[in-house]
């Protein structure tokens, strides 16, 4: 039993991620004293920006003092942007913002990739010096370690986040929040805070002024979706990961070209459960509490092409980088040339935002070819316009595996793993182990082949069942959830498996 300083102190092994007990109880506690003052709009968005700023701290320990900073500064420069009277004011405050976020997530984030190109570059040996630590050590008397920089939990996600408020502001499409609380809990709203969605300005601002109502049918809905997300990072995702996937990606070499190739299938299964399923649960969390995120996953796995997938999978970065990068850019005003240039360069800087390492860039590289490959294609097709079931079925299955052969440098540790997968499948199939590699991880694959039956299905069925269960009366829906929790609960791992976009 933790003593009650415990509760309070930050934790790395107790983190309060939606795989946990710590985060229920965290989030039960906020249920309780919220049911209590939510009729009070100020004091209930003051309390949910404290209770979020808690739920970083035990998530993500000191590092929630920057949080604190890019929620003040993106507030005032906000403020400036919108009351400043001459453009170039104006123009200042959008500089700043875009600056100061850019700056920090760089900082934290491609320090390394930066120092080691250059070193390769130039012969150098560079170290990477963590200055943040030095000052505090040298200023404060702490013993921080100089020589690393950990990435903050979701900085990827928030300063994208304050990005497009300040942006949005310039362009005149929503105005500043009216108390600095109220903005930060637009930055900090707990759900979505680690992992996304990316939540727009627009989207988000106005609900913090709306009194809350929750009806019986959001009320499943949301219960439906928690419960549909731990099932699928749990029961799916956490399962086929520690008892195939990481194994062979650990080490391609030791594993055939099939387990190689089943590996990579599984892992682009693991990726998706492991992402919509935390976009569910945040997503059915922020309804609890009145609050609607946006969708953020559509069947991406059946996209009929590159640029369909785009539209499907992470809707809420693939539009802010359409919005915030790739229309600013010229989008596809300027010809056809500088339409494919724009389409690589937000590609390529997509790819470099999940990860500080050239796998990533060769990643996004490789989805914006297959977007401007499509492009070219569907202009001569002579089966583009066709909807005959055969012709989308070869779509969504030329999609699929294009997707899933991207993910072998999303996914390896080093350019030479991913070579090595590579070649074990080109080279080392070794086609006669196939029965007893399928019989020797039966569970393994009876789950992978459920997990991509249940994507595949027909949408209509899905939605069938979500609609039973919002129909069902309390007592049906408390004895569904104990019986899934139990059966979720029977996957475990007794590791901590955090949520893959934790790292991005």
Sequence with gaps: MP??????????????????LYFWIFYFLVLVVYSVIYRERALRNAFLFAASLF??????????????F??????????????????????????????????????????????????????????VVNHLALWSNQLTGTHFDITAIILPVGISFYTFQTISYTVDIYRGKVDPVRHILD????????????????????????????RYHLTREAFGYALFLILKGLFKKIFIGDYIAVNFIDRIFANPVEFSGFENLMALYGYSLQVYVDFSGYTDIATGVALLLGFRLPVNFNSPYKATSVANFWKRWHISLSSWLRDYLYIPLGGNRKGRIRTDVNLMITMLLGGLWHGASWQFMVWGG?????????????????????????????KIFLTFNFI????????SESMEKANQLM???????????IPDVLWSYRLVFMVMALGYVTHWIPSKWKLSLLNGFIGTAVWVKVVITVLVVFIIYQAYSADLQPFIYFQF
């Design 183 to 210: 903005f930060g809990f637009y930055v900090s709203f707990f759900p979505q805070l680690v992992a996304g969605p990316i939540v727009r300005a627009s989207e988000f601002i106005p609900q913090l002024y709306k």
């Design 3 to 20: 003593s009650l300083p415990d509760i309070f102190l930050y934790n790395p092994e107790k983190p309060l991620i939606f795989t946990q």
């Design 366 to 394: 490789l989805n914006g070819i297959g977007i401007v490959v499509y492009k070219l294609w569907s202009k001569i097709s002579p089966y583009e316009k066709s909807n005959h079931w055969l012709v989308r079925l070869w």
């Design 70 to 127: 890019s929620t003040v500064s993106d507030y005032y420069l906000g403020n400036l942007i919108y009351r400043a009277k001459h453009r170039g004011w104006k123009k200042f405050g959008v500089f700043m913002s875009v600056f100061i976020n850019l700056f920090m997530l760089s900082y934290f984030k491609y320090t390394y990739l930066f120092v080691d190109t250059i070193n390769n570059l130039f012969n150098l040996n560079l170290e």
């Design 404 to 411: 899933t052969f991207t993910r072998i440098w999303f996914r």
């Design 423 to 433: 070649q074990q499948v080109a080279h080392e199939f070794n086609a006669g182990i």
């Design 55 to 68: 739920f970083y701290w035990k998530t993500s320990g000191l590092f929630f003092l920057l949080l604190v």
